[in-house]
């Protein structure tokens, strides 16, 4: 399980934990919302070519900020490679470090194989992933 401190240096909690709280961008097929603390967002839909680069304009000026910025990935149902390569290019555009949780097995897999888990400005973690 991996635990994040909250905002303010508070103490360490799963991200699984948070709580959603305002929506930051919605369409029809996807949802992105901030939690609470603070310093994270879970994504909930579909991420695939008709909502990839909508996604990743909403998410990149977070990017300017302190601290990682965590990103709950599992309630989503499908991302294609268009939604992995935004979430790539978003992570390079920032200064803060990108965390994804919740990472489907495939998902991760695939991101491992193309050295994507090894960019510094993007931390994959295995958190909430079955064990096989």
């Not at 901030?34 to 994270?40: A, E, I, L, S």
């Not at 302190?66 to 268009?82: A, P």
Request: aromatic residues 6%.
């Amino acid at each position: 399980m991996s635990l994040v401190r909250s905002a303010g240096g508070g103490e360490l909690q799963p991200m699984a934990g948070w709580h959603e709280g305002e929506p930051l961008y919605t369409d029809k097929q996807f949802v992105i919302r901030h939690t609470v603390p603070p310093n994270g967002l879970t994504f909930a839909g579909v991420l695939d070519l008709f909502n990839a680069d909508s996604v990743a304009g909403a998410v990149a000026p977070l990017l300017s900020g302190e601290g990682d910025l965590h990103i709950d990935l599992s309630k989503v149902e499908f991302c294609d490679v268009s939604g992995i390569r935004a979430l790539v290019s978003t992570a390079q555009s920032g200064r803060r470090r990108l965390v994804l949780h919740g990472l489907p097995r495939a998902l991760h897999r695939v991101m491992m194989l193309v050295g994507w888990g090894d960019l510094p400005s993007l931390q994959l973690c295995d958190c909430g992933m079955e064990r096989k």
